[in-house]
């Protein structure tokens, strides 16, 4: 089945750094991946969609200059947190879409990656 | 609008016992649902799509196009099904899925 990969799985960084995320499809072209936050116990919350070699389109309320989004091949999207804050603490999970396996709306989910800023 | 309602946020039974999550829908197109569940320390992995029309786990869902429901049951819940269900639209022409709030199941022994 289709598999995707996140790194790192947890950071921790200072305020006021910035904190790159990388989601890679490893056995399949995604062509979409999807960004989302997690609070705990809480939905999903889709920030971005990600389409390779164009920009990305984010939701209403997530600032694009805060969250760059980066889908440069096929197999690889990058989520970068600019200055971070404490209220950027979350968890980040991205998903893609494999259009040779399962139907179109199908995603296949990487396992998340726990940001802590101090 | 494109909407995904999931009634419960907590739901709890005993094991052995029936479970229903519900789920309800609303969307002026053709609807594409599916069932996510996240076991404790995992990832979000599909559990069901109703174009397939399967059971996995004993689990079953049926699109209901007059109530836009897609419910989630099992006749017999078992510990190991607790989790955090997800229920989620997909919307081909904006490319992107509406995931509903989630119901975390609790199956008490």
């Known amino acids: 089945g289709a598999v995707v990969s996140q790194h790192p799985s947890r950071v921790i960084c200072k305020s006021g750094t910035s904190v790159k995320i990388e989601c890679r499809s490893l056995?399949?072209?995604?062509?979409?991946m999807f960004w989302y936050r997690q609070f705990p116990k809480q939905s999903l919350m889709l920030m971005a969609t990600?389409?390779?070699?164009?920009?990305?389109?984010?939701e209403q309320g997530v600032e694009k200059d805060k969250f760059l989004i980066n889908h440069a091949s096929l197999t690889l999207s990058t989520l970068t947190v600019t200055s971070a804050h404490p209220e950027d603490s979350s968890f980040y999970i991205c998903?893609?879409?494999?259009?040779?396996?399962?139907?179109?709306?199908?995603?296949?989910f990487g396992p998340g990656t726990r940001l802590t800023v101090l | 609008a494109q909407r995904v309602t999931q009634p419960e946020k907590l739901l709890s039974v005993f094991k052995g016992a029936p479970v229903e999550l519900k789920c309800n829908y609303s969307?002026?197109?053709?609807?594409?649902l599916f069932w996510y569940v996240q076991y404790s320390r995992q990832r979000l992995q599909l559990l069901l799509r109703?174009?397939s029309r399967e059971s996995i786990k004993g689990f079953t869902a049926d699109l209901n196009k007059g109530e836009t429901s897609f419910h989630l049951k099992k006749p017999f819940a078992q510990e190991e099904d607790s989790a955090m269900y997800y229920c989620?639209?997909?919307?081909?022409?904006?490319?992107?899925?509406?995931f509903g709030d989630g119901t975390t199941l609790t199956v008490k022994p």
């Open positions: 998903s893609a879409r494999d259009r040779t396996q399962g139907s179109y709306n199908e995603q296949f």
């Open positions: 056995d399949f072209q995604a062509t979409t």
């Open positions: 990600s389409n390779e070699g164009s920009k990305a389109t984010y």
């Open positions: 969307y002026s197109g053709s609807p594409e």
């Open positions: 109703h174009i």
């Open positions: 989620a639209l997909g919307n081909t022409n904006a490319g992107k899925s509406t």
